[in-house]
């Protein structure tokens, strides 16, 4: 392992809860049963992810357990997380205060507002409703919280008003709305968290928007498995896969042997990367790579010019000026212990800024992403260079090559020609050296593995920042490895929720200040190379044209001398004395035009040109929605939008990186035949 490389992330099971409350029916009829059921099943959990720490060479990390510590299902199962010592992660709906005011169901204006106004341990109200204070602030201390509290105010205006008018069915319908708007956005922070949601339901409804049933379908919908304990006969648990096994809740379920086997599955599943055979270079025998890849790597302090050829065809064909296409490409890799005061000092000053911020959280960005991203930056840079500058070589040496070896007709004689042969035979021999070294040592998919994690963490502390995460359904797959996505996965889950009661303020200057800073740069980045890559298409396939007009020329003029010779125009001798040098340009010309054809076919940079444009113009459009956000007044923005634009970023990452894929996801290291 290299000693400059940041550890690998240790793998760690994140759980979701959700259920019923006290007050419905089947839970309060078999709450015993639920009980030992739950007990059963993360026992299990416990033991299986025991067996899997014990073959993983960093381990596993605690379990974690998310819920939104409503009374009933949340409660029994936070207790039961916390004498196992797991980490119990609370994502609030409301602010702290306000959430216990809400989940202890006060029945009176007044005991509402001695919730809000009263510390824990001096609220004066009803004996009931303070005991259910006093249970949720209990859980609530022992929890890591995230607590959403940027509509509070809002939300406590519409708690008092439906208390103090009870008969006004307007107020109370307004409440319920707005509460339940925020359960189920607290519940989609815990189902992005989570590998697993774990369900107590009767079956029912799942009309009821932040309701145990409504999340159980959010939760299928983003390709997260959930273990549903049915509230009326908890015994008989199953596994649902998909939205439509909502529709069989009614059949009989597969033996509980199978289910065993399928929760058991999940769980290797979230805590190791899927095992494959190695199909990205075909000449190659070896395992796919895991993790440990990224620690093996090497990442010197600079480029290596030797593999610039790929980046000087760019300049050279991209560039605007004399000077760019023959300036110095040398760059100078950034290490993991310069990154936080150098590129990404903005972004940590900002984050250091915002009102109310997780100092924690923020250390752990720098001191676990930042790094990261920084090293898999510099490597897959390296690598980039390494394989396409080694491709673009063996284009340009297959043409001296055949150029070489016919170069003895108009400067040597035929005794000389073992010469030119000798000088062909050579670079031959390096193309096939070249070629079996970058199959061996995989350049190509190394490439692709270590670019994939640096695009996930460059964009990682914004996300986080927001407390938002790509669900673990909805990660991509690669083509044959997945590893750079099981790294990153873990590498966010080991920074985590920011413990955070988030404000309008808080929501405003992150989504002003970083992700828009974030989603102009990238913007940016992609209208010039967009331009620049253009530009390289155009102008190359225009340079293999002159040099094929000008082989027709050569021709051509052959042809005419030779004609004009035998027709006694002028002297047979010309043609004669001239013929190798013909000869020579006849196959010159078309040999380099054909080469800058391949270089140009390799590269593909129109297709890339065009999808950093499509790119541009979805990072636009999200800037433009970000632009309209920020005019909101004040009390306007909140958590459910600001989420919505850092996934809608956090897409367009992630469909660039799959286009970008499938351009040169084929494009192997080969002979150039």
């Given at each position: ?170 107020k109370a319908s307004n409440f319920n709305a ?55 006969r908890p015994e008989h648990w199953r596994i ?32 190791r990367p899927a095992a494959s055979l190695d ?395």
């Open positions: 392992m290299n000693a400059g490389a940041p550890v690998a992330p240790r793998a760690r099971l994140c759980l979701g809860v959700t259920g019923h409350r006290e007050d419905n029916a089947a839970f309060t009829a078999n709450a015993a049963r639920i009980d030992a059921v739950l007990e059963r099943l993360l026992d299990r959990i416990a033991s299986a992810v025991d067996e899997q720490a014990s073959s993983l060479p960093t381990g596993v990390a605690t379990t974690r357990l998310h819920c939104l510590l409503a009374d009933g299902a949340d409660h029994m199962a936070a207790q039961s997380a916390l004498r196992r010592g797991w980490e119990l992660i609370a994502p609030l709906p409301f602010g702290l205060t306000l959430n216990v005011a809400i989940n202890s169901h006060p029945v009176t204006a007044q005991d509402v507002r001695a919730l809000l106004g009263g510390e824990e341990g001096t609220i004066v109200c009803a004996p009931e409703v303070r005991e259910r204070a006093m249970r949720i602030y209990a859980l609530a201390g022992q929890a890591h919280v995230f607590a959403l509290a940027d509509r509070d105010e809002a939300i406590t205006r519409a708690l008092l008003d439906k208390l103090a008018f009870p008969d006004d069915a307007r707005e509460s339940s708007l925020r359960a189920a956005l607290a519940g989609r922070v815990m189902i992005e968290q989570s590998d697993l949601l774990i369900a107590v339901w009767d079956g029912g409804t799942r009309a009821l928007v932040g309701g145990t049933g409504h999340t159980i379908q959010v939760a299928l919908e983003t390709g997260a498995p959930v273990l549903w304990i049915d509230a009326n649902l896969s998909g939205p439509e096994s909502l529709a069989c809740l009614q059949g009989e379920s597969a033996e509980e042997g199978v289910q065993q086997a399928e929760l058991l599955h999940i769980i290797r599943r979230a805590l199909h990205d270079e075909p000449h190659s025998r070896r395992a796919s790579a895991g993790p440990e890849t990224l620690a093996r790597e090497r990442l010197p302090a600079r480029s290596n010019p030797v593999f610039h050829f790929y980046r000087r065809i760019e300049a050279l064909f991209g560039a605007d000026t004399v000077r760019g296409r023959f300036r110095s490409l040398r760059q100078r890799y950034e290490t993991p212990d310069e990154v936080a005061s150098g590129s990404a000092a903005p972004l940590l000053a900002h984050a250091g800024a915002l009102p109310g911020h997780d100092v924690a959280q923020v250390g752990r960005i720098k001191a676990s992403i930042l790094r990261r991203f920084a090293w898999a930056d510099g490597v897959s840079a390296r690598l980039s260079d390494t394989y396409r500058g080694s491709m673009t070589s063996n284009f340009l040496l297959a043409t001296l090559a055949i150029v070489g070896g016919i170069a003895y007709l108009p400067l040597a004689s035929s005794d000389s020609k073992w010469i030119y042969a000798t000088f062909e035979l050579l670079l031959l021999l390096g193309i096939l050296a070249i070629t079996i070294v970058g199959q061996r040592r995989r350049w190509h998919g190394r490439w692709f593995e270590t670019r994939r994690v640096a695009e996930y963490f460059r964009h990682a502390p914004i996300l986080l920042l927001l407390g938002v995460m790509r669900a673990p359904g909805r990660w991509p797959l690669g083509t044959d490895t997945s590893w750079p996505e099981w790294y990153a996965r873990h590498g966010l889950r080991e920074v985590g929720l920011p413990r955070l009661t988030l404000t309008q303020q808080y929501l405003r200057e992150a989504v002003g200040g970083l992700l828009k800073a974030h989603v102009v740069s990238q913007r940016d980045y992609h209208v010039v190379k967009a331009r620049r890559l253009s530009a390289v298409h155009h102008n190359l396939d225009a340079f293999s044209e002159v040099l094929f007009k000008l082989a027709v020329v050569s021709v051509a003029t052959y042809l005419v001398l030779k004609a004009g010779g035998e027709l006694h125009w002028w002297s047979h001798d010309i043609s004669h004395d001239l013929s190798y040098y013909f000869t020579f340009l006849g196959v010159l010309l078309p040999t380099l035009g054909g080469a800058i054809a391949g270089i140009r076919y390799f590269g593909d940079f129109e297709r890339f040109a065009a999808i950093s444009r499509v790119t541009s113009e979805k990072l636009t459009a999200i800037e433009s929605r970000i632009e309209q956000l920020l005019a909101a007044p004040a009390g306007a923005i909140d958590y459910g939008r600001a989420a919505d634009l850092a996934h809608a970023a956090d897409d367009v990452v992630v469909a660039e990186i799959e286009s970008w894929q499938a351009v040169f996801g084929g494009k192997h290291v080969t002979v150039p035949v």
